[in-house]
């Protein structure tokens, strides 16, 4: 595996290049053209500015999360394929400066879901945190101005202004789309990319459902380990993966974690690996990524990647916000970088033992 953080590039992030080059054992980071809104090409050009920039502090870039999705070609529309013809372009430029990870969701409106951004949790941190009961009693509009009004300024990912100024819309647009439909409308996308892909050995990795049901009535499909092996026969190609983040599909506990990432063996192309605090089934916390502060054992998720031989980057996920930092909500330095040098501790261990083990047999 390779470490990495998440980083939105000049002047969407709180977090400087040099201060992630500085964590130990991170060497990339997981990028993307912030600017650029989902359906739009991304020009060869911007993609080696961003590139040069990360190398000049000593960092690669190990992916790019995310190329966003068009909405029509979510829906299905018939100007889906100009959408997909862009992708297919953005993809060969990232291609071209020899990128090849891609972090994308299917997700239809809106992208994660949390109902709280920053809720204090016992020691005095915040952090976002999911209550199934507030999505059911409020209206989506509203839920999109509140989650934009607490950002602390920053733009969040999946919650762009510009496609969210239009929920209503995009509601109205989703009215006829099923999860039958959403998956087909998947696979089609999939099918058009995978040549591109292949020619350049672009792995995709889906972005698992955020929470791992349907919100406001919206299909959800990438939910648990049924659906995505489904999605996997469906376009039976290496380079068509899974971001395997805890996080999403912990959020439903009959996911058992370490059995997923077992079963997708070679197609997990990226891991985002963050611990969760369950209350009650749609009631939970994000929480410091040690396994004692939450609900997984961060051990058997790790063991479990290194055991399939997982390559791929990874990094640690949404931290606490805490020490006074004022940071996008859930991607600030420090709990991450506590994070990251969890999971290389946990990584360290699991592979000495390995060995040490496969010596004395
Ligand atoms: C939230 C993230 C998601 C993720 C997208 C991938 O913090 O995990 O926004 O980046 O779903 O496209």
Redesign the pocket.
Known sequence: MKMTLRWFGEGYDSVKLREIRQIPGVVGVITTLYNRQAGELWPREEIAALKAKVEAENLEISGI??V?IHDDIKIGLPSRDQYIENYIKSLENLGEEGIKMV???F?PVF??TRTNLAKPRHDGSTVLAYDQSVVDSIDPQVFFDQTDANSNGFVM??WEPERLSRVKELFEAYKDVTADKLFDNLVYFLKAIMPTCDKYGINMAI?PD?PAWPVFDLPRIITNKENILKMFAAVDNPHNGL?F?TG?LGTDLSNDLPDIIRACKGRIHFA?VRNLQHFAPGLFEEAAHLSADGTFDMYEIVKALYDIGFDGPIRP??GRTLWGEVCMP?YGLYDRAMGACYINGLWEAIDKATKRKDQLL
């Open positions: 999360e995310s966003n972090c994308y969701n997700m992208d994660w990912p999946g972005h955020d971001t983040c999403s985002h996920d949404h859930g």
